[in-house]
């Protein structure tokens, strides 16, 4: 790895030429992922951006580019010469393993690394527009369609079975289980069955401590591998099951594990390994980020109670609305990727196995894309965030996520007009620099306008107009 840090410098003075590419740590004065930046991370980001476009960071995975401006991010996600292929130093190099422990740490993790590696989000084309061809077909509009009512029906429950009349905390009454649920629908995971693993929160929580650590350490790493391996486990037993069924004769399902098994034996998917990492990456991809969508949507609103009365007002604003929630406060703060072939960006040579960080979180903050973007205003017109990335990984789930996500707000506003955060508690956020969210979210409402009825509130936009692309297109 060269000497990145020859690049560093102070900040230029005004008038000064920006320099092309600085030390994270140079331009801060400090480290970056500080307490206030798992706090409050947009000064952070506005510093890096203001700096230049390229910053050098040893606090990710041992040294990596960091790129903040709305341009750059697109262009990295965008990009064919930045690779999505990144597991094997991640996984296997743990932050805290000493080099003569390599091998020994190749050998405990490569468990995780052969599963982990093989999932559509670390994987480039060719391989990638095969696996995501057979991927987008569990998330047509048509699939969609049928899940919404029992999405308003599974969101209706949740909510009737909440006493809100004390604080409640909507991480653990909502926000938390139903998006397991939902991907278990999706996914046709049948509960009366056993298909629905019930660990399956906990498993994704030590996925997303590893996934989320700027630099994992080996015991990470090995809980991680714990989970990821329960995980498929859980899929292995389903799937033999489901094999079984269609060898007896039985009609395939019209769900994601019966159409990820025609592909298997059309080719499609190639081995056992390739289809297990496909359910294992959407146990996980959806459940993490549509959980701190809910409850930082909520948070957010709540604190902007001039919004949440316009919402009350208007929901045609809620489409709208739940894109700028993603857009304020990005429920996944960054991604990476890895240079594939050497090349020069702003100036500045990024040599072929270096990593880069797209900040997502700065990109949807930037100030050239988006006016005042420090303000939340649920009218905005502007271009949709990236908050589900672009390119050719953008993110599979956003229209089922927008769909799970207006359903609910839309239930909270019919139900609990009134609703507002517990005056005394204090966010408490999980600590994880690429999953922004809450533990926990105090809530309350007067009790005077709780409409308590069991609510079947209809989505305010037909469902039509949600295809896969809704959420990302430019
Ligand atoms: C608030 C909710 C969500 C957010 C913010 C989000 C964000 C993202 C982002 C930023 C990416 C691109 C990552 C990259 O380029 O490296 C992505 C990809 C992906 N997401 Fe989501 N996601 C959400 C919900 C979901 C849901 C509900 C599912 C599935 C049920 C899902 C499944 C996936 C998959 C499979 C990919 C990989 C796509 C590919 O590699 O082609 N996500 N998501």
Known sequence: MPDRRRASAVPAPPGASIPRSLDARAVLGRAMLDSEFLRDPYPTYRALRDAAPLAWSDEFFGGAWLVSRHADVELVLRDARFSAQRTGGWVMHPADEAHTNRRKARSELSGFQRLFARAMIFLDAPDHTRVRQVMSAAFRPSDLQRLAPRIEMAVAERLAAIDSHSPFDFVSALARPLPAQVIGMLMGLDEAEGDAPADVVAWSDELAQFVGAPAPNRLQALSAQTALLAMARHFDGLLAR?????????????????????????????????????????????????????????????????????????????????????????????????????????????????????????????????????????????????????????????????????????????????????????????????????????????????????????????????????????
């Not at 079984?244 to 998917?269: S, T």
């Not at 081995?271 to 959407?282: D, I, N, P, T, Y």
Request: proline share 7%; hydrophobic share 40%; with cysteine.
């Open 242 to 474: 489901r094999r079984a069924a269609q060898a007896g004769g039985a009609e395939p399902r019209d769900d994601v594990i019966d159409r990820l098994l025609q592909a298997e034996r059309a080719g499609q998917i190639r081995g056992s390994a390739e289809l297990l990492a496909q359910c294992v990456m959407l146990l996980f991809a959806g459940h993490e980020t549509t959980r701190h969508l809910l409850a930082n949507g909520l948070r957010t609103l709540l604190s902007h109670p001039e919004q949440w009365r316009q919402l009350q007002r208007d929901r045609t604003l809620l489409p709208g609305a739940v894109r700028e929630l993603l857009r304020y406060d990005s429920p996944v703060q960054y991604t990476g990727r890895r240079v594939a072939t050497d090349l020069v960006l702003h100036g500045q040579t990024l040599r072929r196995g270096e990593l880069v960080v797209a900040l997502i979180g700065a990109a949807n903050r930037d100030p050239t894309r988006h006016e005042r973007p420090d303000a939340l205003d649920i009218t905005r017109r502007t271009a949709p965030p990236l908050a589900f990335g672009q390119g050719p990984h953008v993110c599979i789930g956003a229209a089922l996520t927008l769909m799970e996500a207006q359903s609910v707000f839309a239930q909270v506003l019919e139900r609990w007009p009134d609703l507002a955060l517990s005056p005394t508690a204090v966010p408490h956020w999980t600590g994880n620099a690429l999953y922004r969210g809450l533990n926990e979210l105090s809530v309350q409402c007067s009790g005077l306008s709780a409409n308590t009825q069991t609510a079947t509130p209809t989505l305010p936009v037909p469902l039509s107009v949600i295809s896969p692309d809704a959420a990302c297109k430019h």
